[in-house]
């Protein structure tokens, strides 16, 4: 089956998974690895040592470095700029430090997050935000810094509060706080 390549793309790595799609103008370093269903839009840059998980969508715009990784199902919108590099200079020695996507998270359009962040998993990183700490599972976080603003399911629908759980708005999916994490509660009939 293959990916799909825009005859304008310019793609050096071989570690590209089946039905993977790059748009026009984007440029896919040797080393990066980009796995199967992605979508990879216009003038995107995807750095050597870069980690691209499974069905993630990058949009137009966003640069990919080396150090940092995006899970599976996550979405970067436009113009994203993700880090990592916390003390950067224009000459070696340069010390990276990974920034970490986790699955099915979003990150909005012309947001920022810093080197060394890690964007827990089914959250969502409103437009414009500057990310400086990382970001918990499930949380909706706004501003410069970014900041939580409340909790949202796996659906991407914000969640409700209902006595000790969280409710999904859409799906219904039911949360629990165990600890200090929002965790999704099981269902009747779901195994143990």
């Not at 005859?7 to 980009?34: C, K, M, N, Q, Y």
């Not at 269903?37 to 137009?60: L, P």
């Not at 994203?80 to 200079?89: C, G, S, V, Y």
């Amino acid at each position: 089956m293959g990916f799909q390549q825009h005859p304008t793309a310019l793609v050096e790595s071989d570690t590209i998974g089946d039905g993977t799609r790059i748009w026009a103008f984007a440029h896919v370093l040797a080393g990066a690895v980009i796995g199967r269903d992605c979508n990879i839009g216009d003038h995107c840059y995807i750095e050597s040592g870069a980690v691209i998980g499974d069905a993630v969508t990058i949009k137009n715009g966003v640069a990919v470095w080396d150090g940092v990784a995006i899970e599976r199902g996550a979405f970067v919108g436009p113009n994203a700029t993700l880090t990592n590099d916390r003390r950067p200079r224009s000459r070696e020695p340069w010390r990276l430090s990974r920034t970490q996507i986790e699955e099915g998270a979003t990150i909005g359009a012309n947001a920022t997050v810093l080197p060394g962040i890690t964007v827990g998993a089914f959250s969502m990183v409103a437009a414009g935000a500057v990310v400086t700490r990382d970001v918990p599972p499930h949380a909706v976080v706004v501003g410069n810094p970014a900041r939580v603003r409340g909790q949202v399911c796996r659906c991407g629908h914000p969640l409700l509060r209902r006595r000790n759980r969280h409710v999904c708005s859409e799906c219904q999916r039911e949360f629990v706080i165990r600890g200090a994490r929002l965790v999704e509660a099981a269902r009747a009939g779901d195994a143990t």
